[in-house]
């Protein structure tokens, strides 16, 4: 009795798994037909490769088994970008500089598209990197499988200024962008110095401009009648072509003096221009004139006076003003030390002498040094 009941229950399980696997076959065979048909299909049908390929071409990878490379390898793409890429100026003359970092596609044919800035520093900078990217030759492309295909490709620029602080360490295989900081505009045209590297200058200089003011300025004969007499400083500004400019009396002594300095220095052949940075620049200039009274005579300094007026000047400069100050002592153009005497000068082999107390005007001509005024002596 229990036998066939065994039995039985065996036929209904038989019964059950036979149609399941027959369906399971009949699956089988059809996806093998299915694919065997597609796969006729794609060769008897162009339009059908074409779309299958058009697919493939829009996948993008980030990571591929061989990356895409520039011909020739890392050498010659820093090559490359040597010979091409250019430090903006106008970056340069801002010292604007940094790492920019450009993001492009290599395609399956070696084509660059798509390139983007995906780290900027400044828009000069980012363009002046996508402009290269954009003249590079076609790269090899990736491969993944065997089969080329499209990659994203990351290059970083690191444009640099030539001794300037880095924000960062730029790894060792990092391409660099040298570029040199301009240096400071020039001077404009129209700006005026008081003080410059090298002053502007008589032609001939210190000891020529003496001797033309002997041979040119003429003590006013009025002036003389009425005992009129001092010191006239005149300033005017010498142009950087030499031409003598905006001559105005900064300290004067009488309408007549003042204006026989005046006419005088506007007489004036063209001055060596003033120096800035290596370009003639604009410099305002002061001029010291002492007009004299000696007895019956009128002299105009630097012109020589009688001897015995000129030892006693050298003796009222020396107990004056060297006993309350430290003044620059000139000796035909060329200063002297601290240690210099006037005493050591002999009165009858001096051809003028100019006094020059005031501060502004010492300093003008002859810097700090003067700060305490200046004995300028002519020997004759």
Do not use: C
């Not at 003359?93 to 900027?120: L, S, Y």
């Not at 490709?153 to 295989?173: E, K, R, V």
């Not at 002997?214 to 142009?239: C, K, Y």
């Amino acid at each position: 009795m229990n036998k066939s009941k065994t039995k039985k229950a065996g036929l209904i399980k038989y019964s059950l798994i036979l149609p399941a696997a027959i369906l399971l076959i009949l699956a089988s065979n059809a996806e093998m037909l299915l694919a065997s048909a597609m796969a006729e299909t794609r060769v008897n049908n162009p339009v059908a490769e074409l779309v299958a390929v058009a697919a493939q071409d829009d996948v993008i990878f980030a990571v591929v088994e061989t990356p895409p490379s520039f011909p020739g390898g890392e050498s010659a793409l820093r090559r490359f970008l040597a010979e091409n890429i250019r430090f903006p100026p106008v970056a340069a003359e801002n010292r604007i500089q940094g790492r920019v970092t450009v993001q492009f596609v290599v395609r399956a044919t070696g084509e660059i598209t798509d390139i983007t800035v995906v780290r900027g520093v400044d828009p000069h900078l980012d363009r002046e990197a996508v402009r290269v990217v954009e003249q590079m030759p076609n790269w090899i492309p990736g491969q993944q499988r065997g089969q080329n295909v499209n990659v994203r490709h990351a290059l970083p620029m690191n444009f640099i200024l030539d001794g300037a602080p880095q924000t960062h360490t730029a790894p060792a295989d990092e391409v660099r962008v040298v570029g040199f900081a301009s240096p400071p505009p020039p001077p404009a045209e129209n700006v005026i110095f008081y003080v410059v590297e090298t002053p502007a200058q008589f032609p001939g200089g210190e000891r020529a401009l003496r001797q033309w003011l002997s041979e040119n300025v003429r003590f006013p004969a009025e002036a003389a009648e009425n005992g009129i007499q001092g010191r006239v400083v005149v300033q005017f500004t010498v142009n950087t072509d030499g031409s003598i400019q905006d001559v105005n009396v900064v300290r004067g002594v009488d309408p007549l003096l003042d204006r026989e300095a005046v006419r005088a220095v506007q007489s004036m052949p063209r001055w060596i221009p003033a120096q800035e940075r290596g370009r003639n620049v604009r410099h305002r200039f002061a001029l010291p004139i002492n007009f004299e009274l000696a007895g019956d005579n009128a002299s105009v300094q630097p012109q020589a006076t009688q001897q015995n007026v000129l030892a006693g000047m050298i003796t009222r400069i020396d107990g004056r003003l060297m006993a309350t100050a430290n003044p620059l002592i000139v000796v035909d153009g060329v200063a002297k030390g601290n240690d210099f005497s006037l005493g050591s000068i002999e009165p009858n082999a001096i051809e003028s002498i100019t006094i020059l107390r005031d501060e502004e005007s010492a300093i003008t001509i002859f810097g700090e040094r003067a700060r305490d005024g200046v004995i300028m002596i002519t020997m004759r």
